[in-house]
């Protein structure tokens, strides 16, 4: 899958998991642009809760697939993603109460934690599937 958002090191070899990774990251790649254009709260709210929510519903799906599937590893991987969400659901409430800024360090952070978290575990994931004969389909 060629993929201009997604490097090499960040393709799971799962087409299904490929794409979502890919929204994912063109997500809080849309979400970093507003805050560099300081752009007005309600858009940046709008491109936020997209971002949080297709986050939501990649790891249910990731979720889902590793229980359907029966991968070893999917207890520490999915206490992983809610350790993630339970931090982006604080992030959005903090900011939406004005508490906290959103900053390009912080999606900055952000970005690199999805990037690390691709090219570990849901690269080993994927693999797994591979094996299985999940394959690109």
């Known amino acids: 899958m060629t993929n201009a958002l997604l490097s090499d090191a960040l393709i799971s070899g799962v087409r299904s998991v490929d794409n979502e990774h890919h929204l994912q ?15 007005a709260q309600p858009g940046l709210e709008d491109l936020l ?10 790891f249910a799906s990731e ?23 339970d931090q982006l659901e604080a992030l959005r409430a903090d900011w939406l109460a004005g508490r906290v800024k959103l900053t390009l360090d912080r999606m900055d952070r952000l970005s690199e934690w999805i990037n690390d978290h691709i090219a570990s575990a849901d690269r080993a994931f994927g693999r797994y599937l591979v094996r299985l004969g999940v ?3």
């Open 63 to 85: 979720a889902a697939l590793m229980r359907l599937y029966q991968y070893a590893q999917s207890d520490a991987h999915v206490r992983e993603h809610d350790r993630t969400l």
């Open 25 to 39: 990251v063109s997500l809080l790649a849309a979400v970093r642009r507003a805050i560099a254009e300081d752009a």
């Open 49 to 58: 809760n997209r971002f949080v929510d297709f986050t939501k519903l990649h």
């Open 135 to 137: 394959g690109p389909g």
